[in-house]
């Protein structure tokens, strides 16, 4: 079973910054796109990032400028720099495959708390 270990929350004042992290135990991991998501207190989870194998990325519009989806495959990991951070950001942080493709179980998730 793949599993997928997320790290690099933590609690962050405004307009400070984090690197997210997300260690995954699969083998098709360097032919598989990847995708951020987060969830937060009351809402439904949301796409936040995707990149695909060969490296293209898309973010969504709230945080596009600010954050950067990357991936190193030689570590099966794939990260997200957070920039410029709002209390808006404030959730728990997920990876996994884009919508489109069949999902790993989910992981626990890592929690980010922007507050001053």
């Known amino acids: 079973q793949v599993q997928l270990v997320e790290s690099g929350g933590g609690l962050v004042q405004p307009g400070g910054s984090l690197r997210l992290s997300c260690a995954v135990s699969?083998?098709?991991?360097?032919?598989?796109?990847l995708a951020w998501y987060r969830q937060a207190p009351g809402k439904e989870r949301e796409l936040v990032a995707t990149?695909?194998?060969?490296?293209?990325?898309n973010y969504a519009v709230s945080v596009k400028g600010r954050f950067t989806i990357s991936r190193v495959n030689t570590k099966n990991t794939v990260y997200l720099q957070m920039n410029s951070l709002k209390p808006e950001d404030t959730a728990v942080y997920f990876c996994?495959?884009?919508?489109?493709?069949?999902?790993?179980?989910w992981g626990q998730g890592t929690q980010v708390t922007v507050s001053s």
């Open positions: 996994n495959k884009p919508l489109y493709e069949r999902l790993w179980n």
């Open positions: 699969d083998i098709s991991f360097r032919s598989s796109a």
């Open positions: 990149i695909t194998a060969d490296g293209s990325t």
